[in-house]
């Protein structure tokens, strides 16, 4: 391969590990997801209830409760994940997130509003989600565009704007108590007693965003370059990056719609992958859609199992993992020679 | 080919910067803009090039409006090597890769020309051999020649350079402006804003002197330097040593 199109040889090799690491545990989050718990299921009951529903025991626990919350924390943490890559390669910005520029927020105060307006359509809660979330992004990226405004302006401002909608959030669940019965998962973020019929039609936003994530990771790439830049390579910025924030926030907005308000995913699993890859957003994208779901997946295990038969919130695991994490990140990149040029 | 700027006016919001600007550029021409800090000559750039749109008046290349020309087509006219840049996350053949962008069809394959011009780019801009390197690890000047391998790798007929010599030692500052020189005898029209007035006065055709969003003369360096001109842009007094081929500069 003389001309090799992606980064050759041994790094090439580090990226394909890494990536299959992933993939990996992804796996195991799944299998232990599903066998691990109050009853232990063996795995091989899990292949066996997956070829044939047969109405057992393990095959109705299987199927009614763990099933479902592992494919929604999978689809939570990997839609998390790759709407962090879209939203800090679009704002050529690594500490932004979802949840750190306020478009977690802005999609759970649409989807409650959704939830206290039409008490009996969950159906309409993602859709309402993906609007919070766009208006957020909308909002949010205006005053990042605005001249001279800088990379701390931007994260200040989506707190603010955060702040802002978690206190509508509050506001409505005080005068609708039985617009959200459980309103204290969702602002800390849980997938417990989830359902397949709630995921619906949450799962396909989040398909179809992470398949428009990959097919324009070369123009993600090229817009991480600066406006300036991408234009004079002929692309359309401003269509290209509209299209990315819809991504970003249909990815956001599916994920909060049925989970809650997880912070950390976002910001977390972006950094930890761009640490080993590092040829471009393709696989950026890609092993973070894995590696988002495996964390989730693993964290909401941690959250059942840790002081069974109590159950904490997935929330506040991700977060008592998320924060250390973050506050060693920060500190990292103070001294490092690409910080904040704002 | 014929680059014609008629009656350019430009700015940012409210703000005028560039006041009717008129000039003509020719095929192979190297071509040096100059003038003080905050002088407009970075707006001017980015309106020629069509990054920007003008206030008034227009660009235009053998009578062909690059304003209104579609994006691809005018990238693969036009290429631009600007001032700020931003790392991202991709190696340096990948950066070089995204110069082949413009001509990147549906689905987006890379065809043999393009990996063959994209591995001469590089070489040819000495970046081979931290090729598979992350360009946010790379100094400033390393990343500066992954960008111009990726301008070379656009292969457009007209390149414009926003302070190309930035981040670069003396040695590559003069590799480079030999490059240019090689781009011009392959038919290339080379126009640069650059600080560096020797080198400007040293490798340009014609220098575009400016000064508060004007183009106060247009001229071969010799002239610009017989008329003074540098003297009232900078403040400074010009002396030229025909011995040596090379303009020196001393503070009045």
């Not at chain 1, 799944?30 to 232990?40: S, Y």
């Not at chain 1, 669940?173 to 309103?183: R, V």
């Not at chain 1, 904490?312 to 990292?332: A, N, T």
Request: proline residues 3%.
């Amino acid at each position: 391969m003389k001309y090799s199109q992606t980064i050759s040889t041994e790094k090439n090799k580090k990226e394909l590990i890494f990536i299959t690491i992933c993939i990996v545990a992804l796996i195991m989050s799944i299998l232990l997801g599903v066998c691990l718990g109050a009853t232990r299921i063996p795995v091989s009951d899990f292949f066996k209830a997956l070829i044939d529903n047969d109405d057992s025991t393990n095959s109705r626990i299987i199927y009614a409760v763990r099933l479902p919350r592992v494919v929604a924390s999978v689809l939570a943490g990997a839609a998390l994940a790759v709407s962090g890559v879209e939203i800090q390669s679009i704002l050529e910005n690594p500490l932004a997130a979802p949840s750190i520029i306020g478009i977690n927020s802005g999609a759970g105060f649409f989807a409650v509003l959704a939830m206290a307006l039409f008490p009996n359509k969950f159906s309409l809660i993602p859709t309402a989600a993906f609007i919070g979330a766009m208006l957020t992004v909308g909002a949010v990226y205006i005053i990042a565009r605005k001249n001279g405004a800088s990379k701390i302006t931007l994260v200040l401002a989506g707190i603010a704007v955060g702040n802002l909608l978690n206190a509508g959030i509050n506001t409505i669940t005080t005068f609708f108590p039985d617009a959200l019965t459980a309103s204290n998962s969702f602002k800390v973020g849980s997938v417990a007693g989830i359902t397949f019929g709630k995921l619906t039609p949450a799962w396909i936003y989040i398909l179809v965003g992470i398949a428009l994530a990959i097919i324009f990771s070369n123009e993600l790439d090229i817009l991480a370059l600066g406006d300036k830049t991408a234009k004079s390579l002929g692309m359309n910025v401003k269509l290209i990056r509209f299209i990315m924030l819809i991504t970003a926030a249909m990815l956001a907005g599916a994920a909060v719609s049925f989970s809650g308000l997880l912070s950390f995913v976002g910001l977390i699993v972006p950094h930890i992958v761009r640490f080993f890859v590092k040829s471009g957003s393709r696989r950026l994208i890609t092993a973070s859609a894995f590696l988002g779901g495996a964390f989730v997946t693993f964290c909401d295990l941690l959250s059942r199992v840790l002081f069974a038969p109590y159950e904490i919130q997935l929330g506040i695991v991700i977060s008592y993992i998320g924060v250390p994490f973050f506050i060693y990140l920060i500190m990292k990149k103070k001294g490092g020679k690409h910080g904040d040029k704002a | 080919m014929v680059i014609r700027l008629e009656n350019l006016c430009g700015g940012y919001g409210r703000k005028q910067v560039l006041f009717d600007i008129n000039a003509e550029i020719k095929t192979g021409e190297i071509i040096s803009i100059v003038g003080a800090n905050g002088c407009g000559k970075s707006t001017l750039l980015e309106i020629a090039s069509g990054l920007m749109k003008p206030i008034s008046g227009n660009v235009t290349v053998d009578g062909e409006d690059v304003h209104s020309m579609e994006g691809k087509k005018r990238a693969k006219l036009i290429s631009v090597l600007s001032q700020q840049k931003s790392p991202g996350v991709l190696t340096v053949r990948a950066l070089v890769y995204h110069g082949r962008f413009p001509y990147l069809g549906y689905p987006r394959r890379y065809t043999d020309e393009d990996r063959q011009i994209v591995e001469e780019a590089m070489q040819t801009a000495g970046v081979s051999e931290f090729a598979d390197e992350s360009l946010s690890e790379l100094s400033g000047g390393q990343q500066q020649k992954a960008y111009i391998a990726m301008l070379i790798a656009q292969n457009t007929k007209i390149v414009y350079m926003d302070e190309p010599v930035t981040f670069l030692d003396i040695n590559y500052q003069l590799e480079l402006m030999n490059l240019i020189k090689r781009m011009q005898k392959s038919g290339k029209t080379v126009i640069m804003v650059i600080h560096d007035l020797n080198l400007a006065m040293t490798y340009s055709d014609r220098i575009m002197a400016m000064k508060d969003g004007r183009l106060i003369s247009m001229g071969t360096p010799k002239e610009i330097y017989e008329k003074g001109v540098l003297g009232e842009l900078f403040g400074i007094e010009t002396h030229y040593s025909k011995k040596e081929n090379q303009y020196f500069f001393k503070k009045l």
